[in-house]
Structures are given as C-alpha cells and as structure tokens.
C-alpha cells in the first residue's frame, strides 16, 4: 500500500502501553463505572499523535460530559441483561468523532509528499476518482 503523505501518526509503543495501563487500571479499580475517564485518556493520547494534512489532532471530550450517559448507559445495560451494549457502542464512537478537531492555533506540519516550486506546496498526484482537483492550498 502506498504511503500517504496526508495523515501522519507519532506515537511510539512505551507512552501507548503506559497509557493503555493506565486506562485499564482505572477502568478496573472503579468496576467500569470511571470508564469515561479513562477513554479520554486514551483518545487525548491519540489525537496529541495524528495528523492529517499537517493539523495536529485535538480530542475536546470530557470525561465530566459523557460521565451521565455513561451512567444511564450502564444501568440500562445492567436491566437489559447486556442487550442494550449493542447501542452502546456506536455511540460512543460517534462522542469521540464529535469531540475531535483540527488544532488551528498551530502551523500545519510540513507534508511529506508535496514538491516545493518557487516556495509554493504543489501536488505531485491526484487522488483516483478527482479529475482536476489538486490537494494543497487553493
């Protein structure tokens, strides 16, 4: 698979287990209940390494925030006998896409697959399936 220049991660194997260590002792310390917690740990971590387009990744979640649905989550879960999980899920997923943006306050890093022509980024290629459409500044 070729590489793309546009999304870039850096993050390196001792803060990811420390920090997936971290997560799960909270996790299993509060029974589940401090899980909020511990996945803003988790998705802080991931968005401080990515980026894409050369914006840094910010998470904006809090834990504070999904602590109530969470809440409500699990009790439903606990009466439903597990089957309400099955909802539980997506939406977390979709509170993380929500709470994720783009750091404007910072300058992009540099892209990797970009040709430099009288100091203005140029493309090398265009994405299959975009006849005419450059990626770079407009």
Not at 18 to 25: E, P
Not at 94 to 115: A, C, I, M, N
Request: with cysteine; aromatic share 12%; proline share 7%.
């Amino acid at each position: 698979m070729a590489k793309s220049g546009r999304l870039r991660f850096d993050g390196g194997a001792a803060t990811y287990v420390g920090t997936g260590i971290l997560a799960a002792l909270v996790t299993i310390a509060t029974v589940g209940i401090c899980y909020p917690f511990a996945l803003v740990l988790r998705e802080r971590w991931r968005a401080k390494h990515s980026s894409i387009d050369g914006y840094q990744l910010v998470f904006t979640g809090s834990a504070t925030a999904l602590f109530g649905n969470w809440i409500k989550w699990l009790f439903l879960s606990f009466i439903t006998l597990g089957i309400h999980l099955f909802r539980v899920g997506p939406r977390i997923a979709r509170w993380k896409w929500e709470h994720t943006d783009f750091d404007r306050s910072r300058q992009p890093l540099p892209l990797t697959d970009t040709l430099s022509i009288v100091g203005v980024p140029v493309a090398i290629a265009q994405p299959p399936g975009a006849p005419g459409q450059l990626y770079g500044p407009a």
